[in-house]
């Protein structure tokens, strides 16, 4: 029978030998990975690397082809497991913000919180005003997503995340759909959340905050991790010619 009990013990996110195929195409060739309890890992690499379906897969939003996704320490892959409660724990912070524009910013907040978690109205009010506070926007909670920017719908989204208590943050490229003026307040707030100790998984493009406020960078290409360490070993001086050539593009 499958254990739905975090062991915080061990490491947040464990891969082992991650294997993923779209039809022919093989995405992910074995990927072994790890993200620790508190860690932010940055994940850099071309388009189509696989990082972003990697990423996917720590959740289960993709479908494994083969392969052992542990999160705290529970498989994710046993068709045993309890998903949804494992979600819980995860938050997931997307490229397209995701928000529903139907609804006002307080109720994009709310709503899981009253159905996942099943918290009360009060309580779930309470909380997404607090972390509405946390990301500067507290003074839209009655606004609807049409009438915020890009930078500000993305700091709704954190937010939105944020208020199930999650023990770890996913980052799907948070800042490729912005304008480059916008991207600076979204990546602040990542900031200071890893400052709090927030277990990251980033996918980002952006080298300075790699660099700055991840604890370790991965390298990704062809579906394989090529290269990984201290961000200021792997932006500073790659071994590996494929990083040293993506790098070199990229800086």
């Keep these: 029978m499958a254990t739905n009990s975090p062991q915080k013990d061990r490491p947040a996110i464990e891969v082992r030998d991650l294997c993923k195929n779209f039809g022919d195409n093989e995405v992910l060739k074995g990927i072994d990975f790890h993200v620790d309890q508190g860690e932010v ?128 943050m996913l980052f799907d490229e948070p800042t490729s759909a912005l304008d480059p003026e916008l991207v600076g307040d979204v990546l602040g707030v990542m900031r200071q959340l890893a400052d709090e100790g927030m277990t990251m998984m980033v996918v980002t493009h952006e080298m300075g ?15 394989v991790v090529v290269e990984q360490g201290d961000p200021k070993e792997v932006l500073g001086n790659p071994q590996h010619a494929r990083t040293q050539a993506f790098l070199s593009k990229v800086l």
């Design 41 to 168: 890992v940055c994940v850099i690499g071309p388009s189509g690397s696989g990082k972003s379906t990697l990423l996917r897969c720590v959740n289960r939003l993709e479908e494994p082809t083969s392969g052992t996704v542990l999160v705290e320490g529970v498989d994710i892959t046993d068709p045993e497991t309890d998903l949804d409660k494992i979600r819980t724990r995860i938050g997931m912070v997307f490229q397209q913000f995701n928000l529903f524009p139907h609804l006002s910013v307080l109720r994009n907040l709310t709503l899981a919180q009253q159905r996942a978690k099943r918290r009360p109205k009060a309580e779930a009010v309470e909380i997404a005003r607090k972390n509405l506070a946390k990301v500067g926007l507290a003074n839209r909670e009655d606004a609807y997503p049409s009438q915020l920017s890009g930078g500000q719908q993305q700091r709704v989204a954190i937010a939105r995340a944020l208020s199930m208590n999650p023990d770890m």
């Design 209 to 223: 905050f790699a660099r700055e406020v991840g604890d370790r960078v991965v390298f990704m290409d062809g579906g």
